[in-house]
């Protein structure tokens, strides 16, 4: 069994989720940092991954995280904690600036490139002074005016953030997939539809999958890169946002085409001309690059920079639903190209549970997906795939004793961020990540220690007495006897007998579901569980929403 973990694009909010996530989950689960794993980035989580993979567990562990503690004190949430170790998590705050429109001045840009690849630092320098100076840089406000600035803005965020200097940059030992788009010049400037999709992508715009510890690139269609793409290169072309303003207007791409970065691949002796894209153009999840390699089970943590509720396509065009469209780059290839998973009934159950803050999760199993040559899927089952969200949830924020903590919260809080998240934010921000991975701990460890959360099979049956006129399914023991005593032992619960199990899915019209109910049958006594958390307490529970 392989299992995949996925950390979505997002900008500012993206980054620094991810790796708050990281530290959550390798404090919360002593195997976590030598378990089999392979990852998939996009984006902003993709610069995050990189920044724990260098300067947090298990790298130089030179990061503090603020854990979640319910006793934490408005002032101490308002500061930048370091914990006695050499950096704040959340110091990218001071470098890089995700914005629809970058910007960064001509001092700015001077700074970046003094830090370039092949400059030297003066050797007594240290780390504070880098700090306190970049309190004026702020990379990420004014027209960029070179290809290049922006790995330039991300070296500089990794020196003077957390002193990593860019030769020592490294991708880690663990499996490791980049997502990156790639765009045909001779497309240049493109257009977008009504509904923000492109409609000429199936011919134009591309994912590229790096997989990094090796350096080599995967393209769907074929197309080999023959350019040689480095780490810090690779965090670069898949955080490229700001592409998106300029390939999409006529004016910026005849001002600023050769701000952007160019990219040649081969294909049968024909070679092309790229520009590279930020990865969220075709999938801002993630989660392609696992269902590319088959994996059979996924966590997938979502912390894309917009609210679901306003942006659902990174998700719903996955389980081809328009929805209400995109934007400028997120998924802009549309539901028709991006489905992936076969069943678009799930959609609206799915987004349900993902955008209400009492839950902030969705789990499924047996999941079919659908083979795509645009993509580069092929059909198969996916045992289970666990979405992990990031809307405002009440429970959370009244749970802070500190009435204050809740009171000066920007309003953008907690995906609404265009440039750097205040102090506060970013701290409750890394918080509410530890919060939602204790919560849903006994499903992570489940998925996590390479357990099947998938040992039932899913079929519908006419409705139980007690449940007319709501649909069920009856779910039937899929030899999972072998599996018991090992999976219980997981769950910390004794093996059960083998009984069926109905889940019943509510209509969304009869009344709102804050999570599906999943029922015990033993004989002819029926006891509904407390809620879906129970998922990953016992077999039956293995398939909610």
Known sequence: MTV???FSGG????LLASTCVLNSLNTQFDTFSTNDLAFSTTSGGTIGYGIFTNAGPPGTDAMYFPEYDTSMSYDDANTELTGGKDYWFANANSYLEFTASPKPTAKHRDVALTLGANETETAGTSAAMHKAHSRMVGLGSALPSTSGWW???IDTCFYLGYGIHDYDITPGTRDWYVNMGLLKQNGCPISLDSDGVYEDASGKLWLAVMDMVPGTIANPQGYAVTDDVSTLDAMSYSS????ASIVESSAQYLLLSNTLMSASAKKDGTEKDFYWTDGGFVDTTGVVAHLQQQTSSIVTFYNNNDDLTELSAPWSFLFGVMGGGTDTMNHIEG??????FADSSLWDDVYTNLTDGSILRATLSNVEILENSYLGTTAYTLDSLVIISNQYSDEFIDSFTDSQIKSKLDANFPNKFDVALPTLDANV???MQDYKVQTYADELKTALAFRSASLLSLEEVSPSPGLLGEKAWALTPR???ADQAAYCADAQVAPLPAVTHVVKRLERHRRPSRTAQVT???GSEARPLASSTATGHHPGASWCL
């Open 4 to 6: 995949g973990l996925s």
């Open 11 to 14: 900008g500012i909010t993206g």
């Open 151 to 153: 790995r330039l803005a």
């Open 240 to 243: 490229a946002f700001w592409v």
């Open 335 to 340: 539901p028709t190209l991006g489905q992936v």
């Open 429 to 431: 921000l890394c918080m």
């Open 479 to 481: 030899s999972w006897q």
């Open 520 to 522: 015990k049958t033993f």
